[in-house]
């Protein structure tokens, strides 16, 4: 069983930035493919990036392209979520979640993804 915890998240202006990490435990990190996703009030849940377990292949959607980065460090355990030229509509709460290698699917498709975060809130105000 794998637990996710994100941090990082609070309120900035637009046009900063800030840097999401997402801590795992209680399970072989280095296997699973990772993706960061958000929902704003009163929207659908969206797909942020991705990441393969090897940090080889990443994902991003259409919105972020330019501005976001995902990246992992296997040693610590930890996938990131660098945000730049942070925008309003941007606004939501940001989930970390966990693929199991026997999940198929894109890196954007959050149902390939079995365990998730609590959650971080990040606010960017206008």
């Known amino acids: 069983q794998v637990q996710l915890v994100e941090s990082g998240g609070r309120l900035v202006q637009a046009g900063g930035s800030l840097r999401l990490s997402c801590a795992a435990s209680?399970?072989?990190?280095?296997?699973?493919?990772m993706g960061w996703f958000r929902q704003a009030p009163g929207k659908e849940r969206e797909s942020v990036a991705g990441i393969n377990w090897r940090g080889t292949n990443t994902n991003y959607g259409d919105s972020v392209k330019g501005r976001f980065t995902i990246s992992r460090d296997n040693a610590k355990n930890t996938v990131y979520l660098q945000m730049n030229s942070l925008k309003p509509d941007d606004t939501g709460v940001y989930y970390c979640?966990?693929?199991?290698?026997?999940?198929?699917?894109?890196?954007?498709?959050?149902?390939?993804?079995?365990?998730w975060g609590q959650g971080t809130q990040v606010t960017v105000s206008p």
């Open positions: 979640a966990a693929s199991s290698p026997s999940m198929g699917g894109p890196l954007s498709y959050s149902d390939r993804y079995d365990y």
């Open positions: 209680g399970g072989t990190f280095s296997i699973y493919a």
